[in-house]
């Protein structure tokens, strides 16, 4: 073992970092443990599900960074905007009818080989 590595519990303590981590932690697990809970009332309300589903995926962003559980953090957060992302977004896409394509453009004169 290193001896120049050695630092003392006092000294470690009496860091800022470690004294910011020590005062985070609760804040977060407490943060987490209401998005948990919360999730199955709050992700299925229209007006709430932007917020929630955001705070689900920094959620398990946290946890690739802070864990390294890349491959269960990216599945997450692929299911769960599968599941919730699409009503978010709307798109004015026109629906695909068979028998339409291309008969704007014959209607309307203009000659087009699609």
């Known amino acids: 073992m290193c001896h120049h590595v050695k630092v003392s519990t ?12 020590i005062f985070l932690q609760p804040v977060v697990g407490i ?19 932007k917020i929630w589903l955001i705070g689900i995926c920094v959620m398990h962003v946290g946890i ?11 599945i997450m957060i692929v299911l769960n905007v ?3 992302g699409p009503g978010l977004i709307r798109a004015d896409l026109q629906t695909y009818q068979p028998g339409t394509v291309g008969r704007d453009l014959w209607t309307s004169g203009k000659r087009a080989f699609i």
């Not at 009496?14 to 910011?20: A, E, G, I, K, W």
């Open 64 to 74: 690739d960074l802070t864990m390294g559980m890349d491959l269960f953090a990216f």
């Open 10 to 21: 006092c000294q470690a303590l009496r860091s800022p970092r470690t004294l910011y981590v």
């Open 82 to 84: 599968a599941a919730f």
């Open 31 to 49: 943060v987490i443990c209401l998005l948990e809970i919360g999730y199955p009332f709050l992700i299925w309300n229209n007006k709430t599900r």
